[in-house]
């Protein structure tokens, strides 16, 4: 009997915990069961945890997806970066892909208000410049092609240039 007690006192606990976590942000499965293994909470037990929050509703990967791609493309990020972090948050790629197309994100906007915050209006008067600056985006997540298309190729690589262009 005190055996059955320590299990339901301690699965008590490791329910609280998730709560606790769920409660300050959302989290993927492959998160929040590292975090309670963390805290010595039995494989066994963690997954049955795992199993009830999703039956639940409180526990989502592809709300936990759909939130993190809104965060981190507020935050300037592109897609080729966000993908990669919900991968390497045990997200599935189904719904990674799924989260990333049904994002309501215009994604040339985010690259350009990412370099313009960064930048601003300073030409790059060299191809090293250009290149620097291009990179930063890449790093960013943004594909080169969508930094083509939106900094353009050096020689009509800032937004300044591009629209004296226009005009």
Not at 31 to 49: N, Q, S
Not at 89 to 105: M, N, P, S, T, Y
């Amino acid at each position: 009997m005190p055996d059955r007690v320590n299990d339901d006192d301690s699965a008590s606990r490791a329910r609280h915990s998730a709560l606790r976590l769920l409660a300050r942000r959302e989290h993927s499965q492959y998160e929040l069961r590292r975090k309670l293994k963390a805290r010595d909470y039995g494989e066994d037990l963690v997954d049955e945890l795992l199993a009830e929050l999703v039956t639940e509703h409180l526990l989502s990967d592809t709300r936990y997806a759909e939130a993190m791609v809104t965060h981190r493309a507020s935050r300037g990020y592109g897609p080729l970066r966000i993908c990669m972090e919900l991968r390497d948050r045990g997200v599935a790629d189904v719904i990674v892909d799924k989260a990333l197309q049904e994002a309501e994100v215009d994604w040339d906007e985010r690259l350009r208000h990412t370099y313009d915050r960064k930048y601003g209006e300073i030409a790059a008067e060299s191809f090293k410049t250009w290149a620097s600056r291009a990179q930063f985006l890449k790093n960013r997540g943004f594909s080169v092609d969508a930094i083509r298309r939106v900094i353009g190729n050096h020689g009509a690589s800032t937004p300044g240039a591009r629209r004296a262009t226009k005009e």
